[in-house]
């Protein structure tokens, strides 16, 4: 057997990194994509390995010499690969195809170790590796039937969306015999090229041969075996947290600050979302209007101001709708004056806002990082602040404080001349939500100091629509945030969204209770796990200690690395006492199941 491999293109979508580099030169966490893939292939008996060069091909021919790892090394140029496709760089390697059985390789993937594996001890002679489809995949994708058998390509100016699926991609490595390249896929190519040209794709050979009712190629659809095909800046990068090595694979998913639908078949327990509403019609209705949405301009500060009133049933001069809380934390944390008191461990988009020489710190002095309104009232007295801020419940303790004693904290607060800043962005999983908000007009001019934060991304379950609200009886604060954001800060979605909410009222409320109950019996099935600690929670997720001998770091890269779940280690959170932590999200029971099943797998090991 021989492995050709097609590396003749100029890559240009990958900017800089192929100025002067072949495509298969450019390195993935350090190591070029070509000396992963020889190397991949030295374990194998191959007669030899053909390469295919055009753009800057002599300086990867001077690169690999004639042999690398064992391996002997062949090179095919294609002098016109500016002018050509794939399917002329094939055509130049016709010759060899006929001469032995292949591997057919496209230079510009990235895969796991296995996947020459599975080809090679699968009997069939013509199989075609492909996966499916996902909503990041690109180029030719394939329709199977239930014998695998290759019944259709579809190329992409036939793709539907409606289709999807029903659609398998082509992770773009074959397995041919020499037998089928000499009786099919060779005259084919030929015929094709002659016909139509050669700038074209060597898949539309193979599309035509599945025209004519031939099983002789099938498909090998792969199962949980990670690979990616690099063709611009952002698939280098979800390569490089893909593949990363385990020192760096965590601070590569940590860094990114969500955009996870790039990675459809992992789970999230990092992101705290509602994981129900989503569930409701208002997004069927949003979805409807998607075109609208899309192609109109947001209103302004006015006009969103009203609406977000309608929907939190405060004054328009009370409230601010924001670019998700963190717009709002922002332009809080720059406009009030003086110190800040925190509770640590705490959420630290507030704290980091801040110098720390402003800021004031109470750390629980108990092992579930528990604490009440009149512990941060006796702190607080004998350690002045300007400001304090409570997160109810908070982040990541899950602690909570009931409505009333909340009430006490803000009177006490008002008395000293203190701002108090409430983040209720998790109060909706508490139990007894209907009750336990500080959005009313009358307990916001009770305390008129008393600024009040709720992220709509965590409580409603829509991140990506970037919504959140700030409120407050203090309008002179209020209409001085509003002037510090953009005229169009909320954009057309999030707009849409406070405009049809209370149509689905009932749906949310639904949706919350929904999610108490589905977090008592994720709470009971944590429980049940020797290595974990769990602490009460009235939030979306639980602060657990990871005991001995287990390590909080080594157990979130085994999730990630074996059962695709990325998980919070926290243990270096600022108010930790130097144990081992991780907070686990809760989502739905289906999702919830797959992680029980993980760490009781993990339990017995």
């Not at 999230?268 to 509602?274: P, S, T, W």
């Amino acid at each position: 057997m021989q492995a050709i491999i097609l590396a003749a293109g100029m890559g240009k979508r990958l900017g800089e990194y192929t100025k002067n580099n072949t495509k298969c030169m450019v390195p993935v966490n350090g190591v070029p994509l070509i000396d992963r893939v020889l190397l991949q292939l030295s374990i194998l008996s191959l007669n030899r390995v053909v390469i295919v060069v055009g753009y800057e091909g002599q300086k990867l021919m001077n690169y690999l010499g004639s042999e690398q790892h064992g391996l002997k090394i062949e090179y095919i140029d294609n002098p016109i690969y500016d002018k050509t496709n794939n399917i002329y760089s094939l055509a130049l390697a016709k010759e060899k195809l006929l001469d032995d059985d292949t591997l057919l390789i496209e230079s510009d993937l990235i895969f796991d170790d296995g996947m020459f594996k599975l080809l090679l001890d699968n009997p069939y002679p013509n199989l075609a590796l492909v996966a499916k489809y996902e909503s990041w995949m690109d180029g030719t994708m394939v329709r199977i039937d239930q014998d695998n058998n290759i019944v259709n390509f579809v190329p992409k100016a036939a793709f539907d969306f409606r289709e999807t699926n029903s659609y398998y991609k082509t992770v773009n490595i074959y397995k041919f015999s020499k037998t089928f390249s000499r009786t099919k896929y060779v005259p084919f190519l030929e015929a094709y090229t002659k016909a139509v040209g050669n700038n074209e794709y060597y898949e539309n050979v193979l599309r035509i041969i599945s025209f004519l009712n031939s099983h002789d190629l099938k498909a090998l659809p792969i199962t949980d075996e990670k690979w990616y095909e690099i063709d611009d800046k952002q698939d280098l990068d979800i390569a490089e947290a893909l593949f990363a090595d385990e020192k760096d694979v965590l601070r590569k998913y940590y860094g990114r600050y969500g955009g996870f639908w790039r990675f459809p078949k992992m789970l999230d327990y990092c992101y705290l979302v509602n994981p129900y509403f989503n569930e409701s019609r208002i997004i069927d209705e949003m979805e409807a209007f998607f075109r609208t949405l899309i192609s109109e301009y947001p209103s302004g500060m006015k006009v969103n101001s009203l609406i977000a009133s309608k929907c939190w049933g405060v004054k328009e001069d009370y409230i601010i709708p924001g670019n998700g809380a963190a717009e709002l934390i922002k332009v809080l944390m720059e406009t009030l004056p003086g110190t800040l008191g925190v509770t640590r461990p705490t959420f630290e988009e507030y704290p980091n806002r801040r110098d720390k020489e402003k800021l004031v710190t109470y750390i629980p002095q108990n092992s579930d990082y528990r604490y009440t309104a009149k512990d941060l009232m006796d702190f607080f007295e004998k350690n002045h602040a300007d400001n304090i801020l409570l997160i109810n419940p908070d982040n990541p303790s899950g602690n909570f404080i009931p409505i009333c004693d909340v009430l006490v904290l803000a009177a006490w607060c008002q008395k000293q001349d203190i701002r108090l800043i409430v983040d209720e962005s998790f109060v909706d999983f508490s139990v007894g939500f209907e009750n336990n908000s500080l959005l009313s007009n009358t307990l916001l001019e009770a305390y008129p100091t008393m600024v009040v934060m709720k992220s709509i991304s965590k409580s409603y379950g829509v991140p990506g629509i970037r919504l959140g609200i700030l409120c407050s009886a203090d309008v002179t604060l209020i209409a001085k945030m509003k002037k510090m954001v953009s005229i169009w800060n909320i954009n057309s979605f999030a707009e849409y969204f406070m405009q049809i909410f209370t149509k689905y009222e009932k749906d949310y409320k639904r949706a919350c209770e929904k999610f108490i109950a589905e977090r008592e019996d994720f709470e009971k099935k944590l429980k049940e796990i020797s290595f974990l600690r769990v602490m009460p929670s009235q939030a979306n997720y639980f602060l657990c200690e990871i005991l001995p001998p287990k390590n909080a770091n080594q157990l979130v890269l085994t999730m990630l690395k074996k059962y695709n779940i990325l998980v919070r280690d926290c243990s270096d959170k600022q108010g930790f006492d130097g144990k081992q932590y991780m907070r686990i999200a809760v989502r739905s029971h289906e999702d919830n199941e797959r992680f029980i099943h993980a760490f009781r797998d993990l339990d017995k090991n």
